[in-house]
């Protein structure tokens, strides 16, 4: 079974900065797929960014990447020129026939 | 595309009752569905993994006869909570897996559940 570990339970940033938030995952298995997931106050849960295992590259969307880092089972997204916007909870996720959720980060972008 | 729906969006119900909830994604099929439960200010919680015309597999500490899957079709799972408790309110998320997409995952808005 797939755990995920998020140790950073809330987080701020000004308005425009970068922000990194931090996940760190274990499994057994070879083939997964790793996700951050945004979810704001109406709670419908939104796909941040995605990223296949077997992939070295690590993924970007827009202004959102990843290091991702298979060998220390790390994944952190890092978001720039935060917005207002994005203030909500983040939950990193893996999926290996079902989908594993971290604790979550909640953050707080500040004007 | 790919949008999950659920019904119904709130429900109050009384202890002892049972209530269902519906999962349909309304442009794709799905093999696949999961149930998730989200308490307050925390993470979710997978439930059960429903696949289409075969029983739930339930998460280990999850009452399968508590809360009843049926995924009787391409489009469509419930979650039944029979005979509610106040302990059961939560809100409920579930997410479908479209044909052909292993990892993709696709949620519905939840539903939120109020047991008095």
């Known amino acids: 079974a797939q755990t995920v570990t998020q140790s950073q339970p809330e987080m701020s940033v000004q308005e425009a900065e970068t922000v990194t938030l931090s996940c760190t995952y274990d499994?057994?298995?070879?083939?997964?797929?790793l996700f951050w997931y945004k979810q704001p106050p109406s709670r419908q849960m939104i796909l941040v960014i995605r990223?296949?295992?077997?992939?070295?590259q690590n993924a970007t969307e827009n202004r959102f990447s990843v290091n991702f880092q298979k060998a220390a089972k790390s994944f952190s997204l890092k978001i720039s020129d935060s917005q207002l916007g994005d203030t909500a909870m983040y939950f990193c996720?893996?999926?290996?026939?079902?989908?594993?959720f971290g604790a979550g980060t909640r953050l707080t972008v500040k004007p | 595309g790919a949008v999950v729906s659920q019904h119904p969006s709130w429900v109050i119900c009384k202890s002892g009752t049972s209530v269902k909830i519906e999962c349909r994604s309304l442009?794709?099929?799905?093999?696949?569905m999961f149930w998730y439960r989200q308490f307050p200010k925390q993470s979710l919680m997978l439930m059960a993994t429903?696949?289409?015309?075969?029983?739930?597999?339930?998460e280990q500490g999850v009452e399968k006869d508590k809360f009843l899957i049926n995924h009787a079709s391409l489009t469509l799972s419930t979650l039944t909570v029979t005979s509610a408790h106040p302990e059961d309110s939560s809100f409920y998320i579930c997410?479908?897996?479209?044909?052909?997409?292993?990892?993709?995952?696709?949620f519905g808005p939840g539903t939120r559940l109020t047991v008095t």
């Open positions: 429903s696949n289409e015309g075969s029983k739930a597999t339930y």
């Open positions: 499994t057994s298995e070879n083939n997964y797929y």
């Open positions: 997410s479908a897996n479209p044909l052909g997409g292993y990892y993709e995952q696709y």
């Open positions: 990223q296949e295992a077997y992939k070295q």
């Open positions: 442009d794709f099929q799905a093999t696949t």
């Open positions: 996720a893996v999926f290996n026939n079902d989908m594993r």
